[in-house]
């Protein structure tokens, strides 16, 4: 079984491959992001991205991370 949740489709690059969603729903909070067990993780950069980059005050830091 295949999981992509929004907005990390195909197109995205990230697929994460289990047999079980128990696997998926093993992830845990290490140094302020997101990791499973298969070390796959989210960067806290993005995960900051995705709540304020409505907020004109990180444009340009957005920029420099390569997010705009």
């Known amino acids: 079984m295949r ?25 845990k909070l290490d140094h302020g992001t997101i990791v499973w067990p298969n070390e796959l993780d989210l960067a806290a950069e993005y995960l900051f991205y995705l709540v304020f980059k409505e907020d004109d005050r990180y444009r340009e830091q957005f920029r420099q991370w390569g997010y705009e």
């Not at 929004?6 to 128990?22: A, D």
């Open 3 to 27: 999981f992509a949740y929004p907005p990390y489709g195909p197109e995205s690059g990230l697929l994460f491959h289990s047999k079980e969603k128990s696997s998926f729903r093993a992830f």
